[in-house]
């Protein structure tokens, strides 16, 4: 038992090494970023900020680093993002290193400035989530607690509120009912649940060697109505290809017509579930002229599983009869996944965060679309 004992130690201690010199590694390249962003070499800076989140994803420096060029850029709910969590992890290791005090500081100035309300606010949802915290203290009967539940989801506390402030929380399992279908565990971790709208009734007619074709670029599910028009060029009647894959590369070229066509890589759920923020995956909703993009950018974070979530990140207007998505994702060795989404060439989305592990490469007609080229590869 003694030597079983020593061993774990050592191995904890090997462990610790381990992601010491990874943090280690992650601020020497924020350090290089900064000074490449000093010289005007955003796109190079904000690359080695990525990597340095490959290594430790809490890293403030980086995190700091890439809400200066998002800003720079002009993208300012993905700058005001990473500056939310810079300033958390700056404060959470300002004791150690008195030199992130001015950085934290003016990460909070720049936070004010993107949102003049966002401290207040926060403030204010820290002061209501202690208030329930004490309520569920004085009394944690099952109506008290649903209640603290029911106000914890609507008002997004999470979103706010630091996770050592937050009241504890119960929901039951909600009875199921004909017109109220009985949620996943999927639907328990969004702060607002995927509303359910009837159900199409699929038509399968797929063609053996339209069969043949897809499955041989990489798809293990069709169904719907498939007709060949050309070499890899298909017209599709609410129509879904689905490959059990989690990490690779996705591509399609969206032809204009009546229908929307999603996109998605790790989707977990069903065209029938739809809401007006949160995605079903990671990827394109294509409706026409416009696509809207769902990425983990706007910090839908999960508590239940550890992982940003999809939610839309803003709408992409599309010119031309046609349209190429490519999508890749990557699962890192740290456990975080690097998500890069292009359309017609230009590099719309990058980020490396822990996102939710479940779901499958999904190309879903809804309506009537012609589609080309639609390949899956990865594993």
């Not at 999809?310 to 207007?317: D, T, Y």
């Amino acid at each position: 038992m003694r030597t079983v004992n020593c061993f774990v130690l050592v191995l904890a201690i090997a462990c610790s090494f381990v992601a010491a010199e990874d943090r280690i590694v992650a601020a020497a390249m924020a350090q290089a970023a900064a000074k490449l962003a000093g010289d005007g070499k955003s796109e190079k800076a904000r690359d080695i900020c990525f990597k340095a989140l490959a290594n430790d994803e809490n890293c403030p420096e980086a995190l700091y680093e890439l809400g200066k060029i998002y800003e720079k850029d002009g993208s300012l709910v993905a700058a005001a993002d990473f500056f939310v969590r810079a300033s958390r992890e700056l404060a959470r290791q300002e004791a150690a290193t008195p030199a992130f005090a001015s950085k934290r500081s003016d990460a909070d100035a720049r936070i004010k400035r993107l949102n003049p309300y966002a401290a207040r606010l926060s403030s204010l949802m820290t002061d209501y989530a202690q208030e329930l915290a004490a309520a569920t203290k004085k009394s944690s009967d099952s109506f008290t607690m649903e209640s603290v539940t029911d106000r914890v989801t609507s008002l997004n506390l999470a979103d706010y509120v630091p996770p050592e402030k937050m009241p504890p929380t119960h929901k039951p399992e909600p009875k199921a009912t004909a017109s109220t279908p009985k949620r996943s565990v999927d639907d328990e971790d969004g702060p607002v649940p995927y509303r359910r709208t009837p159900k199409k009734e699929v038509v399968n007619n797929v063609p053996l060697d339209v069969e043949r074709a897809l499955k041989a670029d990489g798809w293990d599910k069709i169904t719907g109505t498939w007709k060949k028009v050309k070499e890899k060029g298909y017209e599709v009647a609410d129509g879904k290809l689905e490959a059990t894959k989690t990490s690779g590369a996705m591509q399609v070229i969206v032809g204009k017509g009546a229908g929307k066509v999603k996109v998605m890589v790790r989707n977990t759920k069903d065209s029938e579930y739809s809401s007006s923020y949160y995605g079903t995956g990671f990827g394109f909703l294509v409706d026409g002229g416009n696509a809207k993009m769902y990425t983990p950018t706007n910090s839908y974070f999960s508590s239940s599983t550890n992982a940003y979530r999809p939610s839309l990140e803003r709408s992409i207007s599309l010119t031309g009869d046609k349209c190429q998505i490519v999508i890749q994702i990557i699962e890192g060795a740290s456990g975080a996944s690097a998500l890069e989404m292009t359309v017609n060439g230009k590099r719309e989305h990058r980020s490396n965060y822990k996102l939710q592990k479940e779901g499958s490469f999904v190309i879903e007609v809804d309506g009537s679309a012609t589609i080309e080229v639609p390949m899956a590869k990865g594993n």
